[in-house]
């Protein structure tokens, strides 16, 4: 059988190819730490801007505290073709009326299960990119993406 061989990409190409893979994806994996255990779980983005990921969360979730404890996390976004990009970030808890604001106008589910923008249980995180990788299926090899 032989070696599956990557799609090339051109490196002028990666940070285009990289935003667009993480614009299209409904679904990141988003890692979290609890003491001394990885935690991994689906998580679908209310707003991308960029590599800037926001979340919407319920307090008593169990992400919640470990993101108190630890706002270093990472998500990871893949398409149909398995490539990935990886965003390394931290996370930290929206605050700014005018995007919150936004952010709830754009989300149908939100308004449906949660009922007001004022409901205590809704956090939305901020996800800042500290460091984003892509990788081509099979290439065995990240490309550091420039933060913009």
């Known amino acids: 059988m032989p070696k599956p061989v990557p799609e090339p990409i051109e490196p002028a190409d990666v940070a285009r190819v990289a935003r667009e ?10 890692a979290t730490v609890d003491g001394e255990q ?35 996390v990472e998500l990871c976004f893949m398409s149909d073709g398995h490539d990935h990009v990886r965003i390394t970030a931290i996370a930290e808890v929206l605050e700014d ?8 106008a754009a989300n149908n589910l939100l308004r449906h299960y949660l009922g007001s923008p004022d409901n205590p249980e809704l956090v ?25």
């Open 97 to 104: 009326p005018v995007l919150l604001a936004e952010i709830w």
């Open 124 to 148: 939305i995180y901020r996800m800042r990119p500290t460091r984003v990788r892509f990788m081509r299926e099979w290439a065995l090899d990240y490309h550091e993406v420039a933060l913009d």
């Open 38 to 72: 990885a935690r991994v779980r689906p998580v679908s983005p209310v707003r991308i801007d960029g590599f800037t990921v926001y979340v919407a969360n319920l307090r008593r979730y169990g992400k919640t505290a470990e993101i108190a404890r630890a706002p270093a």
């Open 21 to 30: 893979l993480v614009g299209h994806a409904r679904v990141a994996m988003l």
